[in-house]
């Protein structure tokens, strides 16, 4: 009986013999930071087939073949990439993006929604990041900025809403000086047709009220000082009447910005710490994600400028932002630092996050790729430990797009989208910069090389100043 049995098995295995995995790419002996636990798994070898990691295993059981690109990775430390939730694109020529990749950041949600046109390009574009893109920004009546929506009535908010649905929009963007009947009107129909909205919590609406109607995320902490004052009351009604005001004017005025913004620092003065304890409570029971962008407070807020003249980064901007920064870097050294208001910010953050709210990593503005390590660092120096910095700009941002089961950390089935470090990152976050290549679309990716291309770039739009220009 035995040797029939071994015959039959002989058989199979002859008629089905066993087929070993062709993978594209194999990383030995790494270890992997898995960014959910905020734990180290020691020694594994990942097998990475048409951008998908396929297997992860020990022992050196992957075979490689002729093609397969076989990586080291003794004593370095795999994370899945990172992803910057809240950047804006200024810059002329589309290979600037390169610099994104090359500091490890393989996906953005860009916040402007000017550049609709490149959707399509960019899918199978291995030296352009991942893009979500918003709808053109929403605001009031008489608009914050230029070349923004000014929505006027609730009619033409949801018809905003139906036209961004129809598009290649992802979510409605929103700003500040949008009205509580327009708002409602746009949250209104979004829920109907299951399409995101988020940005900035309005001046006219509570921070919990937009969190209970569904606002996916809100950018900068808008909205949060306000709600923790002791004057809330009168100073909703204060911003309503200065909207009222604003609504009417052709051109939002210097002299009504400063009022509006006038508001927020008397938020400051009257904040209190209990109902800073029971604003953040109650939002920790919705489902709205904070992105913060420290780092511009950072760099508005304590003028930390210096590296707009000794950070390498600045060798990557085109000559025209060069330029640019300079004479705005000496006129903010000259202006009053609001240090009350970043450090309250930076506890509110700690706190949010110790009551299981969601933070997500966003830049906002500076240098692409660069400023979001940045990021990271003002979160750890806030309070939260260098694996929930980690985390949001990994797991974090990865639920917040709902696509937790298909990126966001390194696992099998998961997208190939992997940085490796030369260093831990779980014992300092700022080994998020020391890269030794970065995995993307199947293609192996050195830092130096993309940067040094995008300085070529540079060169050819020596006479472009991007803030005048949009994207080709």
């Not at 062709?22 to 097998?47: A, F, H, L, P, R």
């Not at 860009?110 to 929403?138: A, K, L």
């Not at 009546?141 to 070349?147: A, D, I, R, V």
Request: with cysteine.
């Amino acid at each position: 009986m035995k040797q029939i049995s071994l015959c039959l098995l002989l058989c199979t295995l002859f008629i089905f013999p066993s087929r070993s995995e062709n993978y594209d790419i194999i990383i030995q002996n790494v270890n992997i930071v898995d960014v959910e636990t905020g734990s180290i798994v020691k020694n594994k070898d990942v097998g990475i087939q048409q951008q998908v990691i396929k297997k992860i295993t020990t022992g050196n059981q992957l075979s490689a073949n002729d093609s397969t690109q076989v990586i080291n990775g003794k004593g370095k430390y795999l994370i899945p990439g990172l992803w910057d939730m809240h950047v804006h694109f200024y810059f002329p020529d589309k290979e600037y993006l390169k610099m994104y990749l090359a500091k490890g950041v393989v996906g953005v949600r860009e916040m402007t929604g000017y550049r609709m046109e490149w959707q399509d390009s960019t899918e199978q574009n291995s030296n352009v990041p991942r893009i979500t893109f918003s709808s053109q920004i929403i605001d009031g009546p008489t608009p914050w900025f230029e070349n923004e929506i000014p929505v006027k009535s609730c009619k033409q908010a949801i018809q905003i809403v139906q036209e961004a649905k129809k598009s290649e929009s992802e979510f409605i963007k929103l700003l500040s000086l949008v009205s509580k009947d327009q708002y409602m009107a746009i949250a209104n129909e979004c829920n109907r047709l299951n399409f995101e909205f988020a940005g900035h919590v309005p001046y006219s609406i509570g921070l919990i009220e937009a969190a209970k109607l569904g606002q996916k995320s809100n950018e900068h902490l808008n909205g949060l000082l306000l709600a923790c004052s002791t004057r809330e009351k009168f100073l909703h009604a204060r911003l309503d009447s200065l909207l009222g005001v604003a609504s009417k004017e052709e051109n939002l005025s210097g002299i009504m910005k400063m009022q509006i913004m006038g508001c927020t620092t008397k938020a400051l003065w009257s904040f209190d710490q209990t109902k800073a304890d029971s604003v953040i409570h109650e939002l920790s029971k919705y489902n709205m994600y904070q992105c913060p962008t420290l780092g511009v407070k950072h760099r508005f807020q304590y003028n930390e400028l210096d590296w707009v003249y000794t950070d390498n980064r600045y060798d990557f901007f085109p000559p025209p932002v060069q330029k640019r920064y300079r004479p705005d870097a000496e006129k903010l050294k000259k202006m009053k630092p609001f240090e009350r208001e970043l450090k309250l910010q930076e506890k509110l953050l700690y706190q949010m996050q110790t009551e299981g709210i969601k933070i997500i990593a966003g830049s906002d503005q500076g240098c692409a790729g660069f400023n979001l390590h940045d990021e990271l660092e003002y979160f750890v120096n806030a309070g939260l430990s260098n694996a929930e910095a980690l985390q949001t700009a990994t797991i974090n941002a990865a639920t917040y797009m709902n696509k937790e089961k298909r990126m966001g950390s390194v696992d099998e089935n998961k997208l190939a989208d992997l940085v490796l470090l030369n260093a831990n990152p779980l014992e300092n976050i700022q080994n998020t910069r020391d890269i030794e290549l970065v995995i993307f679309k199947n293609t192996i990716i050195y830092p130096d090389q993309l940067l040094e291309e995008v300085k070529e770039v540079n060169l050819k739009i020596s006479n472009i100043d991007p803030f005048e220009k949009k994207f080709d």
